[in-house]
Every structure is written in structure tokens, then in C-alpha cells.
């Protein structure tokens, strides 16, 4: 066959489907289309929260939790975050310490969550920080972390991982490897002494216990552990993160100094993307927080401003099942936008924040989302976030059941953000 005739061929077959078609545009490309102008946001339409209908009277609350919530769901898992298979796994847990520290002040416990197929095993640690002040069993949060336990933290008795960890020469890691070197680099996302006062406990996992973050085609963390007959384009990294988080909670249901019933599950960037979806398949998590988690999180992906679908799909095709990849270069054929997502949390207190220099998640695009999903929470008689337009930066709306806030700054989580997560769970959570 002449090469023209081939690449004519080769062509032929990449534009008849939308996926292949996506091979033509380089990264390169993609990156420099990026759009950061807000009068550039293409027109779009978004598709009904109340499945096609538009008009929130016309359904009522059981309709939306018996009907309509269950089938969000479905497509959420369907069309883009895939789902962890645990039907045959069996989850323990052994605690491995727990001791009074830091004069006192707070209880540290280490949890390990043994996750078992019956031929191996795979092992997942929990640090956990209480309160000591507070009578009676304590609201938790709870949020997977970026590169270790014990980089939460100062505290030298958290054990250190073994897990595959990403290079960061800031930070002292080489050979996907952590040592004592890191202890404590990322004390500052974690303000545990600030949680700590408002009478909150911290749960944390290290994310890539669960799952590495790469892409090694589900092969390693608690993928191993799954059959070989499993159909991998149904995985994600996001699904099995998420799982994880419901693990920790499965825990604390059992350790009687947690008041399991008054857990918010937080995270920041992917890791946000991941407490909104844990949030959403399991309701046992009373407050849902994500902070900065913008394309895949709370954005919406119509607005196509900052990271869109077509690039984080390209750049971490792990993260979200294959079928997701079908809408990169149509992201209006998706039969649901972030805003429905969001909308799985009601009527459970919800807490979106952006930063004001975190354009590539687009925090305007998080408001619009947050402010869209209001209308189920109106549905299910709850106030959502009541502010008709964007507020200034940091000028929270937090009088609703959903709360929002812009912090001035970059991508990040602060302890000015965290101070907000914990006064709104305070008041939600007062009994
Ligand atoms: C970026 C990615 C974002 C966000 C972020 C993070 O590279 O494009 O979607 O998730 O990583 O998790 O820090």
C-alpha cells in the first residue's frame, strides 16, 4: 500500500471517532489555547439538575433522593469517574499506637486499614490527631494528603511510608522514596494545632497508599488486589482515592472517642476533585469540602476556562475512566456538569473556596457551580449559597448550607481557608 493512501487511512479512522481525533492536537497546542479571559467563556447551556426538567417545583425531595440522585450518580461513575470493584475484598484494622503528645494536648493514634483479597493483602496508614480537651467523642475532618503522613506534621513519631512517592528536590525526595528528610514539609497546608482548638480531630491518609499517582494501568496500591477479569477502562485513581476516604470513615465508626456522624470530608486541588466524589457516593460524610479543585472538581467544564477536559484527560489519563476521555474535544455532549455534582452532597452542609490567582482552576467557574447546585438544596429546604454573584475576595458567603470564599493568593490550602471549614462545620455540627 503507498504511504499516502495509509496515512489517509490512519487519518480516516482518528477523525470518525472523537477520542482518536484528540491524538492531532499536540499538548503543546492544547496548553497554548488555554483560555484565561472571561469574555471568551463559550455560550453553553447547562444541563438540568432535575433531569429534563428545568423547573425545581415540579419535583419533589423523594423524587430527587430516590430518583434523580441515584441516576447522577450512575453517570457520574459511568461517563467519568469510574468506580473502585470491592465486592470479594475484605478491610480490617489494626491499631498500631496511640499515645498522648505534645504535652498532652492532643492524642496521636496510627491505624493501619489491611485490605485483603483473601490471597494479599495491601496496607493503608491512618494518622489521626484528637482533641484531649473535649468531652465525649469529637467531629472529625478528614482529607488524604499529598506526600506522606509525616509531612503533615513535625511530629516525629508519625511513621514514614514506603510507598511510592513523586520526586520533589524542594523537599528532599528522590527515587519516588521519602525519608526523615520531608517530615513536616507540608505543615502548613495542615494547621493540626488550629483543629485541634476549635475541637475538631484530623484523619489523614497518604494518597498513594491507596493509589500511586501515575499511570501504571491499575496494576499496583489496592488495584493489585483486584481480579484479572476486571475491565480497566471502568477504573480511576479518583474512585479508588475516594474509597479509601469511606475506609477511614468505616474506621472511625468503630473507635468510640470519633463522633462518626460529624466527619467532613476535605481536600485541595485533585485531591478536592476526590473529596467531592467520596462526599457524593457516601453519604455518611456529614460536611463536604473542596478547595481549589477546579477541572474534574468543582468547575464546570463548559465554561472551558483555565485547565479544560480534553487537557487534564491528557495529561492524567489515570485519573478519571476511559469513557471520559469520548468528551474531550465535546465537552456540551456531557450529560451533566460539575454543578450536579456538587449537588450530591445535599442537603449536607458543601464548602467550595478557589484563590483569586488560581486561574487555571477556575473560580468563577466553582462559584457558578456551587451557586447552580443551591437549587437542590432549595429543593430539599435548605438555604445554599445566597450570594447572586461572585463575592470578593476574601469575602466568604458562608450564611447558607453551601459556602463559598475566593482567598487572595495562589493554589494552595492556608490556614485562613481551613479557618473557614472550621467555623462553618462549628456551626453545622452543633448539636
Ligand atoms: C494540576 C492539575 C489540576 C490540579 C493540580 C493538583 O497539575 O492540572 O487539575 O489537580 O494539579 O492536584 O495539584
Known sequence: MNSHLLLVMILGIQMSSGYAQDTLKSMQQLRAEVNYEEKNVPDYALPSLFAGSNDANLIDATTWNNKIRPEWLELFE?????????????VSFIINSDQMVFGDKFRRKEVTINVSNGRHGHDISLLLYLPTKVRGPVPMFVGLNFYGNHTIHSDPGISIHRSWARNNEDYGISNNRVDDKSRGIRANRWPVEQIIQAGFGLGTIYY?????????????????????????????????????????????????????????????????????????????????????????????????????????????????????????????????????????????????ASASEDL????????????????????????????????????????????????????????????????????????
Open 208 to 352: 498513594g497508599d491507596i493509589d500511586p499517582d501515575y499511570d501504571d494501568g491499575f496494576n499496583n496500591g489496592i488495584h493489585s488486589l483486584l481480579d484479572e477479569e476486571v475491565d480497566k477502562s471502568t477504573l480511576s485513581s479518583i474512585s479508588a482515592w475516594a474509597w479509601g476516604l469511606s475506609q477511614a470513615l468505616n474506621y472511625f465508626e468503630q473507635d468510640s472517642q470519633i463522633d462518626h456522624d460529624h466527619v467532613a470530608v476535605i481536600g485541595h486541588s485533585r485531591l478536592g476533585k476526590t473529596s467531592l466524589l467520596a462526599g457524593a457516593l457516601d453519604q455518611r460524610f456529614a460536611m463536604v469540602v473542596s478547595n481549589d479543585s477546579g477541572c474534574g472538581g468543582a468547575a464546570l467544564s463548559r465554561r472551558e476556562f483555565g485547565e479544560t477536559v480534553h487537557i487534564i484527560n491528557r495529561s492524567f489519563p489515570h485519573w478519571f475512566n476511559e469513557r471520559f476521555n469520548h468528551y474531550n474535544e465535546q465537552v456540551n455532549k456531557l450529560p451533566f456538569d460539575q454543578h450536579s455534582l456538587l449537588a450530591l452532597a445535599a442537603p449536607r452542609p458543601l464548602y467550595v
Open 360 to 431: 487555571w482552576a477556575d473560580p468563577h467557574g466553582e462559584f457558578l457551580a456551587a451557586k447552580e447546585a443551591s437549587k437542590v438544596y432549595n429543593l430539599l429546604g435548605e438555604k445554599g449559597l445566597e450570594d447572586a454573584s461572585m463575592p470578593a475576595a476574601d469575602s466568604p458567603s458562608n450564611k447558607g448550607v453551601v459556602g463559598y470564599h475566593m482567598r487572595s493568593g495562589k493554589h494552595d490550602i492556608t490556614s485562613y481557608d481551613w479557618a473557614q471549614y472550621l467555623s462553618f462545620a462549628s456551626r453545622h455540627f452543633k448539636k
Open 78 to 90: 459511568r461517563e467519568m469517574y469510574g468506580h473502585f470493584p470491592d465486592e470479594g475484598l475484605h
